[in-house]
């Protein structure tokens, strides 16, 4: 089970305050036992059609039970607030599946 979540930063956004959202985002894998990975990056696609969503954070889960655990947990209702009080969020895309490969 994936979640991904991929933010667009509003203009004048400081890589410091980037890096706040990412390290909380990272540090909810010590947090909610649900969490088995963590991954993050960067867009680097050359195609241009990112529509300004440039920050990618990927968390794995064994199934969608361990999701929703985490989607309800104390830590991730946190997580939220803090991103939200950084007031440089301009939006959130978020799309979960499981692979069926």
């Known amino acids: ?13 400081s890589e410091a305050q980037i890096k706040k959202v990412t390290d909380g985002f990272r540090e909810l894998k010590s947090k909610i036992p649900d969490i088995v990975a963590f991954e993050h ?3 680097n696609s050359p195609e241009g059609l990112n529509q300004g969503f ?3 954070h990927m968390l794995t889960f064994t199934d969608v039970a361990a999701r929703d655990v985490y ?3 104390p830590a991730h209702d946190a997580f ?3 991103v939200n009080s950084t007031g440089i969020v301009e939006g959130a895309f978020v799309v ?3 692979s069926k490969d």
Do not use: Q, S, W
């Not at 089970?1 to 956004?13: E, S």
């Open 1 to 13: 089970m994936r979640h991904i979540v991929i933010f667009k930063f509003k203009p004048g956004a």
């Open 80 to 82: 939220g607030e803090m």
């Open 54 to 56: 440039t920050h990618l």
């Open 41 to 43: 990056g960067i867009n």
């Open 71 to 73: 989607l309800t947990h």
């Open 96 to 98: 979960d599946f499981e």
